[in-house]
């Protein structure tokens, strides 16, 4: 099976399009005081929303990837509604109560029946798989939260420079080799959930195999438990960030040797001079694992015909 539809292009894209997504939502903004804000998407599509967490500091911050928002979500609220292809029902389903309990709405698609909908919104190019275009999405939710005055400025121009092609291609390929025949089990800090989803979702979809998360501490209370019964089947992939509590990398420490008896251990030390900068290398090196996993399946990574069969058959 070889890449027919290029997501190695796409690939080597990533960094431009993370300077596109700045500027395509440059516009977008909405004023006021709000008392929370909610993120709405699904997939490849909602990650944005886990990932833009760390950066939320001042008031909550709620990710929805169901059909209903949180009853406090009111007037009061700002509601950033994402969906690629613009007609993923979930997403419709947020943006109309949304709309009903008059919260503030921004929107970031590429079309579809959110677009026609929604006069603040940032749209996005088209021609790509949804989780393919996470550098647009994911900078233009940035954008919107810095324009709304919600988050500090991310200084994304500078962060990009971690988001390196040939380097974070190399340290993917490495780590596919490692993966191949297993299955990887992501952990990652806190601040680092949503880069482990990322990884995950992407092994996922690209790789078409099974592929879990979870966070330290937590896991240290229940799944490292786990992994006797399970010997040679998984791997463990920290991710390991320098910023990490030092109470955080004792547990990763410790957590790896246990680990270890039972299943192959591989880590991710993310590089970067941001917390943002340190995500995007990390991700980057995760959608480099999962397209080389890919080919090593044998499996063409952008197509997902399951999701689009499920799809179809809800509209039957
Ligand atoms: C496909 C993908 C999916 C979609 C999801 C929601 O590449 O990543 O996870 O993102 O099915 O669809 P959209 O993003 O169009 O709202």
């Not at 967490?53 to 990837?65: E, H, Q, S, T």
């Not at 969906?83 to 008059?102: D, F, H, I, P, V």
């Not at 099974?210 to 240290?220: D, G, I």
């Not at 991710?268 to 995007?280: V, Y």
């Amino acid at each position: 099976m070889h890449d027919k539809y290029n997501m190695m292009g796409v690939l080597a894209g990533f960094p431009e399009q993370l300077k596109k997504g700045w500027a395509i939502a440059k516009d977008v903004k909405i004023k006021g005081k709000f008392e929370n804000v909610a993120i709405c998407g699904m997939g490849g599509s909602g990650i944005s929303g886990d990932l833009v967490i760390p950066f939320v500091k001042k008031i909550p911050v709620f990710v929805v990837k169901d059909y209903n928002l949180p009853e406090f979500i009111g007037k009061k609220s700002l509601v950033i509604v994402i969906s690629y292809s613009g007609n993923t029902e979930e997403t419709l389903s947020c943006y109309n109560q949304a709309k009903k309990r008059r919260a503030k709405i921004a929107a970031i698609t590429s079309g579809g029946k959110l677009a026609e909908l929604e006069k603040n919104v940032a749209i996005i190019p088209n021609e790509l798989q949804p989780r393919a275009a996470m550098g647009l999405l994911f900078v233009s939710v940035l954008r919107v939260l810095f324009n709304s005055k919600i988050i500090s400025n991310p200084n994304v121009g500078s962060a990009i420079k971690a988001a390196v092609p040939k380097a974070c291609s190399k340290e993917g390929f490495l780590l596919a080799q490692k993966m191949k025949g297993k299955i990887p089990v992501f952990y990652a800090s806190e601040n680092f959930k949503g880069v482990a989803y990322r990884c995950k979702t992407q092994v996922n979809e690209n790789a078409k195999q099974p592929a879990f998360f979870h966070t330290l501490p937590e896991m240290n209370h229940n799944e490292i438990n786990a992994f006797e019964r399970n010997a040679g089947k998984l791997i463990a992939v920290m991710i390991r960030d320098k910023n990490d509590s030092l109470r955080i990398k004792k547990r990763m420490d410790i957590t790896k040797e246990i680990i270890k008896e039972n299943a192959d251990v591989a880590e991710i030390k993310t590089k970067g001079n941001s917390l943002l900068a340190r995500m995007l290398y990390t991700i980057y090196v995760g959608d480099y694992a999962s397209y080389y996993l890919a080919l090593m399946n044998n499996e063409d990574p952008t197509p997902v015909p399951v999701i689009a069969e499920l799809k179809k058959r809800l509209m039957e």
